[in-house]
Every structure is written in C-alpha cells, then in structure tokens.
C-alpha cells in the first residue's frame, strides 16, 4: 500500500500563518505600512509610521481519538502607528486587518485544502502594551484561534 504525500510538509500552522501574513501584505489598504512576519528582535518594530505583525503563538491539539485529529492554532496580530493621530490610525489599522483576516483569508486558507472546524477565526484578547517595549507610538495587539482538522 503506497502512502500518500503529506500535503502540508510544514504543518498546517505555517501553512495558514502564510496565508495569512500574504493577504496582509498584499491588501491595497494596507499600503504603505510595514508587514511583519513572526518579528525575531523588538528592533523589528522600531521603524515605520504603521506596521502590521503577525507572530505564531501555539498549536493545541483536542481529543479526538480515532479521527483526524483536531487542532488550535493560536497566533497574535498587532498594529503599530507613529503617525499624528497615532491612536486612531492603531485602531483604524486593528479594525481593517481583522476584516482582512475574516473576509480574504478564511476563504483562501479553505480553498487550500484546510479543513476549518469549529468557529472558525476567533477573537480573544486585545492589548495596548507589550511588555517593556516602548514602541514609539500607539499599539494594538489582538489574540486569534483558527479551529482545524489535522490530516497527517
């Protein structure tokens, strides 16, 4: 019996954190502003008027014994503006990536071949600070699941 090719060979997570982090660089209302794959340094988010960031947090399996398994995929988006009206440009920028995410990112992470369950893109926390980072302006940092099945 021949196995089939895994057709996620970096996992699932990578797979929709890529997605994810295209459709914001690439989405015409985000121009301009700085998009960050998983920042490795806090110097990362030093330089811009507006940044976007997008950082993998964790992958939760559930029980699911005997099924393909189900999983959580947990990540953090964060926008950051240094402009005259930083506060309302952090929270107007906040505001549109998650329409991003919602609108143009579920139906591209479904058209990939990954099986969403659940909720499907849920909001958890928000927060306005990170811990001893001075970002030079104001900050929105948002937490998200994505429910999905696992097919290895």
Known sequence: MTQSADKFPRGVPFEMGQ???EALRKD???AGAKVLDNPERASDLQDGPR???LEDQRDTPLEQPGQLQQRI???SVGVIARTQL??????GDYRLVKRILRNRCMPLITAAGIRLDGLGLQEGAVHYRLENIDVGG???LG??????????
Not at 86 to 91: I, K, L, P, T, V
Not at 143 to 152: E, K, L, N
């Open 19 to 21: 997605i994810l982090i």
């Open 28 to 30: 015409p209302e985000l």
């Open 86 to 91: 930083a506060r309302a440009q952090a929270h």
């Open 138 to 140: 104001s900050l929105v």
């Open 51 to 53: 940044i976007v960031f």
């Open 73 to 75: 995929y947990h990540f």
């Open 143 to 152: 937490a998200f699941t994505i429910q999905y099945r696992d097919p290895s």
